[in-house]
């Protein structure tokens, strides 16, 4: 709240502007409607009126006595009372006790209306209520402090308090006997749901500011001395009673900020006594602040000394140890170098240990395979040799099919090697543009040429024994990787060594 009262003080000119020209723009009205009706007039002026009540006492007391006179030239008593009533305030908000009392003594409060005569008591109990705190004596404050409360309990029951009125009012109960939900929230969002006018909010956050203590009593003063600004109002107490309450817990900036704020407006309005009132208080808030910062200079002057001889201390001790502190980040980077390099080659060892043991893994059931199959064809050769049935060795013999034992060879080695590699032809092929991507049909593990690269990335580069493993000749073999090559992303050694980088994917795991 105190951030936004900032904000806002930096913009009171606008707003002070704002209300200057809707003052402008009634005067000129009132000038246009001289020969109206009194009542015309009299609401006009009651109007500029209102603008200065709590804006410039000057202007707000030339317009009250337009009013007594007007309401004198149409014989209406209830207005030239009510005028006088409000002639009363803004003299009394002025500090202009007397004559405040000469217009009150004017008037008989048993001759007016239960409205009036609310307003009368009113005005009197807060002049002797000003009085008592501008004499601040030991004996006649009591008196009339004593005055002022029977005046303000007399206007109580003369008429009767709004649910608004009393719910404001329960804020000053003990806290044995408020409601539980008449917490400083729930007096926020009271306010601010009753559709008040920026005074109106103002008015009534003072008057809940006097039912607490603390950050409490500083939040509901910043938010009256906020909507005082926005209502572009100086007969303020709000932003007065703040800086008081800011430096009794000894946050003198702020203190000093909103109590020169408030000397301002008080000079401007023509708040005579909350003039005397500031200027009572504000040179001892300043001195306060003047001491304040000559302690912090002080403070930070041997701080700075202090952290410059630890400075220099520190200086040195640094030239002392920084080669060796040189040394030892040289060293320590020298160990993670040969520390990652080592991981990569026990990574490379390792992968090359899990694919040699699953290729020798194959390499052994393949050869037990064929092993068996050539026992089984041996023994049905002899037993047709002892038998003399040479024709039926000749059926055996076809039955051994080169090219379909190479396929299923193709098709285990296949199968083996995506295990390993499960992510081989993807990888593969995002090496590629998508319309040179080379995928296997369906059922097929993988195709000649795949078979190529996946021979290289198990290590095997040497094109004679790429040949004899696939059975193609040496420049078949050179032609189908050159022309892979040619269409790849990435050109050059850079292609093989991508290759290589597929990663290995443990199958034990």
């Not at 932003?239 to 800011?246: A, D, Q, V, Y």
């Not at 200079?297 to 220099?312: E, G, N, P, S, T």
């Not at 193709?410 to 590629?432: G, Q």
């Amino acid at each position: 709240m105190l951030t936004v009262l900032k904000k806002e003080l930096a913009r009171k000119c606008l707003y002070d502007t704002k209300k200057e020209k809707m003052i402008e723009r009634l005067k000129s009205q009132f000038q246009n409607k001289q020969n109206h009706s009194p009542a015309v007039r009299y609401n006009l002026c009651n109007r500029i009126f209102d603008c200065y009540r709590a804006y410039k006492f000057d202007s707000a007391f030339v317009y009250a006595n337009k009013m007594i006179d007007i309401a004198r030239q149409s014989n209406n008593q209830d207005n030239e009372i009510k005028s006088q009533i409000l002639l009363g305030t803004i003299l009394l908000n002025s500090g202009l006790y007397k004559e405040a009392f000469d217009v009150v003594e004017k008037l008989d409060p048993e001759k007016l209306s239960v409205p009036l005569r609310s307003d009368y008591l009113i005005l009197r109990g807060r002049l002797y209520s000003g009085i008592a705190e501008y004499n601040n004596d030991g004996y006649f404050t009591r008196r009339y402090q004593i005055q002022s409360k029977q005046d303000l309990n007399h206007a109580e029951i003369t008429v009767a308090s709004t649910e608004f009125e009393q719910t404001l009012t329960d804020a000053y109960l003990p806290d044995l006997k408020r409601d539980k939900k008449l917490t400083p929230q729930f007096y926020y969002r009271y306010l601010t749901g009753h559709k008040l006018s920026e005074h109106g909010i103002a008015m009534s956050s003072t008057r809940l500011s006097f039912a607490y203590h603390g950050d409490n009593k500083v939040f509901f003063l910043s938010l009256a001395a906020i909507n005082d600004i926005r209502s572009a109002t100086k007969e303020t107490l709000a932003i007065f009673l703040l800086g008081k309450e800011l430096y009794r817990q000894n946050r003198t900036n702020e203190a000093y900020l909103f109590m020169q704020e408030a000397v301002k407006n008080a000079k401007f309005y023509g708040a005579r006594n909350r003039e005397v009132q500031i200027e009572s208080l504000l040179p001892a808030i300043a001195n306060k602040l003047l001491a304040e910062k000559q302690y912090e200079r002080d403070r930070f002057v041997i701080v700075l000394l202090v952290i410059l001889i630890i400075a220099l201390v520190l200086f040195f001790t640094l030239v002392v140890y920084r080669k060796q502190l040189l040394r030892i980040k040289a060293n320590e980077k020298t160990i993670i170098d040969q520390n990652i390099e080592l991981k990569k080659v026990n990574e490379k060892l390792w992968e090359s240990s899990r694919i040699k043991e699953e290729l020798i893994g194959l390499f052994l059931k393949t050869c037990s395979t064929y092993i068996d199959t050539l026992d089984r064809a041996k023994r049905k050769i002899l037993h047709s040799v002892k038998l003399g049935k040479f024709n039926d060795i000749k059926p055996l013999l076809d039955d051994v099919q080169i090219d379909r034992e190479k396929e299923a060879l193709y098709e285990t080695l296949d199968n083996a090697f995506l295990k390993i590699f499960p992510n081989f032809i993807s990888s593969f092929n995002l090496l590629l543009s998508p319309e040179d991507q080379i995928w296997p049909k369906g059922g097929e593990g993988l195709n000649p040429t795949l078979r190529i690269f996946a021979l290289m990335r198990l290590g095997i580069h040497e094109l004679p024994t790429v040949a004899k493993i696939l059975g193609y000749s040496e420049s078949t073999i050179y032609t189908y990787k050159i022309r892979v090559k040619a269409k790849a992303l990435i050109q050059g050694t850079d292609f093989e060594k991508s290759i290589m980088e597929i990663k290995f994917i443990d199958v034990s795991g």
